[in-house]
């Protein structure tokens, strides 16, 4: 059974740092590819970034560049998203997801919304001005 936590939430003065992170159980995250999704107050779900199967291909929203990273470790079956430059705009619940097929990646996981499967409960972050 697919199991995704997201953990390293919490709350931030803006211009600050935090690093969420994904715990993957029940598959590993070298074979599929990840995401991290948000979900602000009274706002739809939107995509955040996104890493191939073999790590090698990242994918960012425009909002985000330059300030956010995403990375996973395959020997601790993590998936990270690193945060600095935060923003009052970036408050969120933070999602983790995984795509159900190995060895697959979208030409666009940001607009391709069944890409992804696998859906973590969230982790919340809040910008303070």
């Known amino acids: 059974q697919v199991q995704l936590v997201e953990s390293g939430g919490g709350l931030v003065q803006a211009g600050g740092s935090l690093r969420l992170s994904c715990a993957a159980s029940g598959r590993s995250v070298s074979i599929y590819a990840m995401g991290w999704f948000r979900q602000a107050p009274g706002k739809e779900r939107e995509f955040v970034a996104a890493?191939?199967?073999?790590?090698?291909?990242?994918k960012y929203a425009e909002f985000v560049k330059g300030r956010f990273t995403i990375s996973r470790d395959r020997t601790k079956n993590m998936m990270y998203l690193q945060m600095n430059s935060l923003k009052t705009e970036d408050t969120a619940v933070y999602y983790c997801?995984?795509?159900?097929?190995?060895?697959?990646?979208?030409?666009?996981?940001?607009?391709?919304?069944?890409?992804?499967?696998?859906w973590g409960q969230g982790t919340r972050v809040t910008v303070s001005s």
């Open positions: 997801t995984q795509d159900a097929t190995p060895y697959r990646w979208s030409t666009d996981p940001s607009v391709d919304p069944g890409f992804f499967d696998f």
């Open positions: 890493i191939n199967w073999n790590g090698m291909t990242t």
